[in-house]
């Protein structure tokens, strides 16, 4: 069975100008990504524009990602969907692509009717149908609903149910699904935010937006605190919280998107109605960078 | 140009036990609706389990839909996506099918970027390319945020954008919109709960899913206001509250499409996550749609 | 027993620059606002910054207002305090110094207690313990906390309970009170910005921020839709809209008292941490009164 | 100066079945306390029920426990109000009764005027007008808003403002308010749910509703990761989050004082509208604490 550890960037989805998908810019930043210990990546996650794309572009990418991604790196594959049918049928089309895993966020539109019941038997129609294990993906900031512990983990429950990205950020909610949930069941900080809180209290490592960016950072954090070099990790993470900030929550896929560029990665263009961010913006951007210590990929690559 | 006025019912789309599409179901439900004095159908809102379909099943719906609908009455097209290329994707497939206009819900999954600029980029974009006029869709328990004032009157200054269904019940904001949004930009209430409210204020009429099921007390409550029988109107209103509430937020459309079969219509089955009432809150409907004279629609036919 | 009718302005408490109580200034302001047909005054709501006070100042608040208050008008007195002793003791300094009734705004500091059984046990001890009539007064945008209709239903069953004002301005909520809550029970607008709404489904009147500086048109509405005159009812009710959100939701007291100096009335100072607004907001308030037609009292007195 | 690290328990505010203060019981309860390494006390937070006391009351309990905590000890003052004024008036109660310092919950009921420039000038009002040094108190969940890491920040440069009591859990928040902050500015976890990850961010310690019945626990954690001891800690921080839960989010003050009673301390009765927890509750939480191996008092005090 897999067990989920280490780094993992979800990687945004690239565009021509015309915002056609342009999957040879993904596999470039793929490959350049790779030479850093990142344990894998995710495709199709929120920074991955995965609500902008159709089925076929939806399939399209997740084989594209897998030719660039090296045997030995995991592919996550972002395959949620309202329906169940529609994320069972992403989830056949993530395992032909050679997905290792699939990551699914929860359906939210009916908000109302979201509960233990709903959100269980959606979940594990998913685990059941699939061959490749399952993540849940828990998104409020998007989604604009939080799913509790308790039914994380009742849908955790589930044989083929592996793990948990949490991008709420509410620690004492994560610590009581790491003590309560099955053996192997592992959670995921899904912003570097609070990637060293969340492996102080049992993560096994993030999918995280800034890794795009900052992978040898990312990494270090958990390198240090293995090693027990805790005055490090901290100082690696504070460094890291303005700047995870700045291209998430405040100016989100357009500030990743634009900090790929300016590091020497291809971001490219978002999908309307996203916009690209002002040279006001991009000014501020790049200053937020340089004071976390985040260079362009030439320098990083020296790992 | 055409000047929105009226009830409308957002109608379920047909399942068959299978979830796949059953078109002639949704068929039968528009001819006995179409002997009420409605104004027009509203297809694939939230009722219509919009973010459920796949893009052939939204194209297929809108056809089906047009061929019964008959041409003295309006039919709406809910073509609202998460990008704007998807959005004006379905908006020509609702041309092609015959639709009067369409309702686009707004992209609200990356929430902290959804700004007037972003916003009224997205439905400009959509109304320059529709052929048909477009109406702004305003659904905060679902999509999780709430388009402020200024936003919907920055999108409603494009000439082919024609109106507002707004489901939130703010109703100061509603006023604040008619009293400043252009001649013949008219707003609809997007609940039964606060339809005499609604028109006290100035909309010119509602989308409503209780229309689906008490066609006849959602028109009455418009003629009643118009003739100045506000007590006729007040009472009519009160009565409808609790049922309104059973099938939206409380219940949400499983509800609705059991009181549809409750009531002599097809509501049939709901895709998946959604699942079916159970027992006891049938029967609980069953007590709130009585004790709001719904009754089966063989009574209410005779209009 | 009372029967709450008509339009109440809740007084703002004057103070001297150095912050302490001006209670002449008040009474000159009840004087004044004596002329326009109003049912009362409330002392000691939000805009009375009853959370400001000491309980001597409270004391001493109510005392002044009497005195000011022809024997026409109600005196409405807000009461209510975290704890149900200190509700009653200030309640029963309101029957000393001849208040009418009190407004009892709900404890919400311990949100996760507030529940039907602590709620309704606090409001009917007060009840039990007011030789004067309670009225409860629900205000989520300040206390963070939207009691349900079921709640407030509950509360309303005590026989010296007689009325709600609901600034929260959920229609439908309103509706469902107003159906179901025992005779005699009123419901009063907490908003001039859906008093026309909330007086369609069923209130008596309001308790408005806004009836402090434009009193005859807030009457001016609820005649209007006394005499079954819609039009005039809803463009007054458009016109004030933007007024009201100025002096409440935007800008609040200190640019009600500052709205009220402008007139002609007494604002005076706010109590710190409150700020008097800036320049550039009196600016943009003169504007935004002009536009609503809210003139110097001068003018309006001549009813 | 004074700087902040270690563990505070927030008493409760001790009362005999009438509801009068039983100063008495709260003294025996910070002399049990006192023989755990605790930094010393906070008197009149959240879980001292600071919002139902009379001014008299405040001052009354700020001296009986003065009496009762040793001189080794710390003794944070809770003293915030609504109004700057009544804040500096119990602050100079507190230092009078001879408090080390003060903790100052921020203004809430205008939120919409809360705001950098009003909250900053309150704490720096506070802060001129101190002899002692001030403590911001950051409760969202008690208050209805969350102040930013900016306010925060702002109230911080003021000189007499030593640190930030946050229980809002926001992890990366508290980190960028470490990162920025003057130095010796300390931050203290809120909540015992998430100790271990603010440590790990740089927080000094907690303030923290279990450390009334989990002292040993605590400060156990606190020592382990001190001395790098992190599964420990985890394990045991891992142990306390349901029923931190308990006492805090879920059945909130009435839970704690019972936990009390339960364990051997004094807890007694809470002030309405509060109501004690029913017997089913009881039940439920005496599980939640053996599960999370908290003992009656005999046993914990050999430490």
Known sequence: MLTLHGIFPPLPTCFHGSESLFPEKMQENIRILSAFPLAGFLVLGSNG???????????ATYHAAREAIPASKLMLAGTGAESTRETIHLTKEAV???ADAVMVLNPAYYKGQMNTETLAGHYHAVGDASEIPVIIYNMPANTGMDMSAEIILNIAAHPNII?????????AKMGAIIRSAKKGFRVLAGSAGFLLPALVMGASGGILALANIA???????????QQGALDKAQNKQHQLIAANAAVTRQWGVPALKYAMDHLGLYGGPVRKPLLPINKETKKSLAGILKDAGIGPFETNIIF
Chains 1, 2, 3, 4 share one sequence.
């Open 49 to 59: 524009e995965l609500v902008m794309l159709s089925e076929k572009e939806k399939a």
């Open 215 to 225: 992978p040898a950072q990312c990494c270090g954090i958990v390198e240090d605190f």
């Open 163 to 171: 793990g948990l990205k949490d991008s709420g950020g509410n620690l």
């Open 96 to 98: 032909k692509a050679g």
